[in-house]
């Protein structure tokens, strides 16, 4: 898998990743620098009415995938939260993603931003239903577990289990779960598919992001692999709602980006 991208790797030690950091900012952002436009032009505008339908309609329903404009100025675009988070979480984070989103890639039609609450994109291009991996984030814890081959066996069998609830039709994209490691220790698991998806591609798409785990993430303590079309994640501790206890995160992450070439 290494050789067929181009790896930018940046360490950000020492920044908690606990559940109450997780809205303060984006996770990455996208923004392809082939695909610029003037800023006050029609695209732009029809871009913003897009985000501002956004903010609107997500909330209540987790998910929007729709498209503004017509002919050469047609958007689409796609808003989804993580589907365990309450409303007004979603709220505050399509918000965030949508103001966010314009600030870096104010000049460009194809752009993307991640938050763990939530995920956007637009294109003047359909990709609607479409499988998207050609750009990924990656964040990894850089300790590695005690006892690596209990752990991957462990890890292999939890995401086995809740990629198949995520392919289920009620299931919306949205698998989750937890395997007790030992009388003190859990690991935690969520994968998630947008919901524009057919069981068939969201199967495909986490796939694809569950084997880049022993490239980035081989015997780590933790990993998040983020794509356009589906993102998955484990912890040694809880993460996701409702959460477990009062165990914290580990501080200790580093990212990736990838870039095809």
């Known amino acids: 898998m290494h050789l067929l991208y181009k790896i930018i790797f940046s360490l950000l030690l020492c920044i908690s990743i606990a559940e109450s950091q997780d809205l303060s900012g984006p996770l990455g952002e996208f923004c392809n620098e082939n695909t610029k436009i003037s800023s006050g032009g029609k695209l732009s505008a029809n871009i913003d009415k897009l985000l501002a339908e956004f903010i609107l309609k997500t909330p209540s329903t987790g998910f929007v995938a729709t498209s503004y404009g017509n002919n050469q100025d047609q958007v689409y675009g796609l808003a989804q939260c993580r589907g365990d988070v309450s409303t007004q979480d979603c709220s505050n984070c399509i918000q965030d993603a949508a103001k966010q989103i314009r600030q870096k890639c104010p000049n460009q039609v194809d752009a993307r931003i991640w938050y763990d609450y939530c995920f956007l994109r637009y294109n003047n291009k359909s990709f609607i239903g479409d499988v998207d991996t050609s750009f990924g984030i990656f964040y990894f814890n850089v300790k590695n577990v005690t006892d690596p081959e209990g752990f991957n066996k462990e890890l292999g069998s939890l995401m086995g289990k ?56 081989d015997n780590r303590k933790g990993c998040r692999v983020l794509y356009s079309s589906c993102y998955v994640r484990y912890e040694l501790y809880p993460f996701f709602f409702p959460l477990d206890s009062s165990k914290t995160g580990d501080s200790n992450v580093a990212r990736a980006i990838v870039y095809p070439y």
Do not use: H, M, W
Not at 174 to 197: E, H, I, M, W
């Open 162 to 217: 809740i990629r198949g609830q995520a392919v289920k039709p009620k299931a919306q994209g949205l698998g989750k779960g937890k395997t007790n490691l030992s009388p003190f220790l859990t690991l935690y698991a969520l994968v998630q598919c947008t919901r524009d998806l057919s069981e068939i591609s969201c199967a495909q798409c986490l796939a694809v992001a569950v084997s880049n785990f022993p490239t980035f993430c």
